[in-house]
């Protein structure tokens, strides 16, 4: 449209961002401080609860999803992850991703697995990130902890009794396999459990 100004995906991107922003604006700009700690934790600013940061400032999470390489492992396009970043998933995310996401107006990770296979028979995530992934980005996140396979998406849903002691179980494995690595490290915002399930 005449007139109307003209973007580069970057800056649509910080545009977006800095929208979401406004809403915590005034309550970001003041030196209202909490209570500080050595965890990310929710605490109430003038009426609101937020995340709060180790240090006591509120903290709106701005988040990226499916943050993962797979998709330069292609035979078309492997040369690049090769070439570029010597096939290392340290470099590509200390050289690439967070730098990006971080001049693109993120300032935390989200979901970092991504859809790998979507066919007629058989849907998958890829694997979830490690301590080490997260220690290279250096950045606030969320982990999931896959408690449940229950995605919408998904074709092979699994719907365990979740009174069973199986269940049970099951979610102490994960918690450990998980939480151990993960639980002193204060860039862990929280954890989530499952993605988008269906419920009907």
């Not at 915590?24 to 209202?32: E, K, L, S, T």
């Not at 006591?56 to 090769?82: K, T, V």
């Not at 990130?129 to 969320?142: C, L, Q």
């Amino acid at each position: 449209m005449k007139g109307q100004k003209l973007y580069s995906r970057r800056g649509f991107n910080q545009l977006i961002v800095s929208a979401g922003l406004m809403g915590v604006a005034g309550i970001a700009q003041r030196p209202a401080f909490g209570t500080t700690s050595r965890y990310f934790t929710v605490q109430e600013f003038d009426g609101r609860h937020l995340f709060a940061t180790p240090g006591g400032e509120p903290f709106f999470a701005i988040s990226f999803n499916h943050i993962d390489s797979s998709a330069m492992r292609y035979p078309e396009n492997i040369h690049l992850w090769q070439g570029r970043y010597g096939a290392s998933e340290e470099r590509w995310i200390k050289e690439r991703v967070a730098p990006d996401l971080k001049a693109w107006g993120f300032n935390s990770i989200g979901w970092n697995q991504e859809v790998v296979l979507r066919e007629p028979h058989y849907h998958w995530h890829s694997p979830n990130w490690t301590r080490d992934h997260y220690n290279w980005a250096g950045m606030p996140y969320f982990h999931n902890l896959a408690f449940l396979e229950a995605h919408r998406w998904k074709l092979g849903r699994k719907w365990p009794d979740v009174y069973s002691r199986d269940f049970e179980m099951w979610c102490d494995y994960v918690a450990r396999e998980n939480c151990a690595a993960l639980a002193d490290d204060a860039n862990l915002i929280g954890y989530y459990f499952t993605d988008v399930p269906l419920l009907v």
